[in-house]
């Protein structure tokens, strides 16, 4: 590609160009027929607005909070695994990042580098992201350590009791590379010559009879907020409340878990209208633009969540790279909001975007 990108989506083409096809693969796959992938994007664009106009947006304010941490942009970023297939210096590359955006960072299970490290390399507000091991002596010890290291909230990924089927990984022969965190508790050996490693990784640690009975369980041994990620119906937007947790993540894993699972943006809004405003609902998957941030806004998200930009953004130009996939997502929120009539996020409403199904009403 000549010259600066411009968008988040170039970025993915120079990750593209710049990385292995392997960790490309990994990075950019989704399950199966990938069509949850696809539509992941392709929801998006079949919402437009309803700007108004004559509003006074001379200075616009994008700043709010999740769970008391005050951010000046709605854009945090999501766990993703793996940061050293991306940039050898891996996720403390994304920590520093995030600190130098003044957002949140959550930190995936599935980390190159350590709690430790990343928790002594920046001073951004970070939350851990949990997937249960069968010996929960190990996941407790897990959530214990971030707890330690100043993470301020547990997200509790509930979409993979088992891992999606990711043909390109499978194609691949996938192998784990190391995952540090893990070193000395859960052992990555694991056998990629019959397809993904890293479906062989999840199949022999992870607790598939988690379930929500599992919630107090969490609660006995931490005292951070935890997050629910991967609700996609208002059922189990009711049952989160229920148990209560301090905040909902709608989110299809980014489509590589359930294929033919709804585009996130598509069912955002049921999850809103069944959590009733008692908890936080952030929002991820197909984040491309800033005016798929404002989209998701306006049907209900406090805040949305970036996986593959982010990755793209380490890949090509490490820490700098997030920083200004970031900043590009953050301007033109900013620039939308100015353009809708909206100067802070409260005016932004329902009734400024049109969905697919206003138009069949
Ligand atoms: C993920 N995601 C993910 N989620 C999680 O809870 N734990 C994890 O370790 C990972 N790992 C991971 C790796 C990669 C390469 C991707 C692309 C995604 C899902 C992630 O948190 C988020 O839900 C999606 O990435 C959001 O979709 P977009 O922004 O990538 O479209």
Redesign the pocket.
């Known amino acids: 590609m000549a010259g600066e990108p411009v968008n988040v989506n170039e970025f993915e083409e120079l990750a593209r160009e710049a990385l292995p096809k392997m960790n490309y693969d990994?990075?950019?796959g989704g399950a199966e027929d990938q069509h949850t992938l696809r539509e992941?994007?392709a929801a998006f664009q079949r919402i437009t607005f309803r700007p108004r106009v004559l509003v006074d947006v001379s200075s616009i304010d994008m700043s709010t909070s999740i769970l008391g941490y005050k951010i000046p942009a709605p854009i945090v970023i999501?766990?993703?695994?793996?940061h050293e297939l991306a940039h050898p210096q891996g996720e403390v590359a994304t920590a520093r990042a995030a600190a130098a955006s003044n957002t949140i960072m959550?930190l995936?299970?599935?980390?190159s580098r350590t709690i430790e490290e990343v928790a002594s390399s920046s001073q951004a507000v970070r939350f851990y992201?949990l997937?249960v091991s069968k010996r929960r002596d190990i996941a407790a010890a897990l959530v214990q350590r971030a707890e330690r290291n100043g993470f301020k909230a547990i997200?509790l990924?509930a979409?993979?009791q088992r891992l999606g089927r990711r043909e390109l990984d499978i194609k691949n022969k996938m192998a784990v590379p190391p995952l540090r965190n893990l070193e000395g508790l859960i052992s990555t050996d694991v056998d990629s010559a019959g397809g993904s490693g890293i479906e062989a990784f999840v199949a022999q640690f992870k607790d598939s009879s988690l379930n929500w009975k599992d919630i107090e369980w969490l609660r006995s041994v931490t005292n951070l907020p935890i997050l629910i990620?991967?609700v996609l119906t208002a059922e189990d937007a009711r049952k989160a409340v229920e148990v209560g947790v301090e905040g909902v993540?709608v989110?299809?894993?980014?489509?590589?878990q359930l294929d033919y699972s709804p585009a996130?943006i598509t069912v955002l809004e049921e999850v809103v209208q069944a959590v009733k405003g008692k908890v936080p609902v952030i929002f991820?998957?197909?984040?491309?633009r800033g005016t798929d941030v404002f989209k998701a806004l306006a049907l209900g998200a406090k805040a949305v969540?970036?996986?593959?930009?982010v990755?793209y953004g380490l890949a090509t130009r490490g820490e700098a790279g997030v920083v200004r996939v970031m900043q590009m997502l953050k301007d033109e929120l900013e620039l939308t909001m100015a353009l809708a009539g909206c100067p802070t996020l409260k005016d932004i409403t329902r009734r400024h975007v049109t969905t697919e199904s206003d138009r069949l009403r």
Do not use: L
Request: aromatic share 10%; no cysteine; net charge positive.
């Open positions: 990994y990075f950019r992941n994007v999501a766990p993703t695994g793996m959550v995936s299970f599935s980390s992201q997937y997200v990924t979409d993979t990620k991967g993540i989110s299809n894993h980014g489509a590589r996130t991820d998957g197909g984040i491309r969540m970036v996986g593959r930009p990755i």
